[in-house]
């Protein structure tokens, strides 16, 4: 079955340093999108991308989506504490409308 | 407004104990989805549900049974509650266009604690 594997599972970083995560999937994926869940809480969907080679950007905030539409990044410019949180793609591929999700980062900023 | 709700929020309860959680979307979405998420983050998906099919992930025990009474609820009913069936549940909702899906809202969690 399709698999969305996500790297890494935790990055600690100081406040104002940058920060990535990776999502790779086994299979071409149609969509991918974004979510953060910050502590005790639930996850929020961040963006949805569906363009091969699709960029696009929230503030500090960059999601990129691969040519060939298995790979998804999340760049966070200059961290800050409210950044801290779990961040989850998820992948839809074919004609399924249930996501995968991949596994999550953790990102922990140090003030 | 709340968009997804559940109840209850923590649930504590003895091995071997049945128990439900209630979920209940307002925003007109004709998918709904319990996952749950284990202590290291893992976001299962468990049931998929809306008006044409139950999806089942096929790893989740028949202990747990999803019952839909409509369109805007979606209630997880669970079994002879074991230990390992602790962790955080989450229902969702969406809907469902193609060839792009729609985003999924979360509730806010049912954390479930089986001594």
């Known amino acids: 079955g399709q698999q969305v594997m996500q790297i890494p599972q935790y990055q600690h970083v100081q406040e104002g340093e940058d920060f990535t995560t990776y999502c790779n999937s086994s299979?071409?994926?149609?969509?991918i999108q974004w979510y953060k869940q910050r502590p005790g809480g639930h996850p929020v969907f961040l963006i949805q991308?569906?363009?091969?080679?699709e960029v696009k950007k929230q503030k500090r905030l960059t999601f990129q989506f691969g040519e060939a539409k298995k790979n998804s990044s999340l760049h966070i410019t200059a961290t800050q504490t409210t950044d801290v949180g779990t961040y989850f793609c998820?992948?839809?591929?074919?004609?399924?409308?249930?996501?995968?999700f991949g596994r999550g980062t953790s990102l922990i900023v140090h003030p | 407004d709340t968009a997804v709700s559940q109840t209850p929020k923590y649930l504590v309860t003895q091995m071997g104990n049945d128990k439900s959680i209630k979920c209940e979307q307002n925003?007109?979405?004709?998918?709904m989805y319990w996952y749950k998420q284990d202590s290291k983050k893992f976001l299962k998906i468990m049931f998929s549900?809306?008006?044409?099919?139950?999806?089942i992930n096929e790893t989740v025990p028949n202990r747990f049974s999803p019952k839909s009474p409509d369109k805007a609820h979606l209630n997880l009913h669970i079994n002879s509650l074991e230990l390992g069936d602790s962790a955080v549940y989450f229902c969702?909702?969406?809907?469902?266009?193609?060839?792009?899906?729609?985003?999924?809202?979360f509730g806010p969690g049912t954390r479930l604690t089986v001594l």
């Open positions: 299979t071409t994926l149609s969509n």
């Open positions: 969702a909702s969406s809907r469902i266009d193609s060839p792009s899906y729609n985003e999924q809202f």
């Open positions: 991308l569906v363009k091969s080679g």
């Open positions: 549900y809306n008006n044409k099919e139950l999806i």
């Open positions: 925003l007109g979405h004709d998918t």
């Open positions: 998820a992948g839809h591929a074919g004609g399924s409308y249930i996501p995968t």
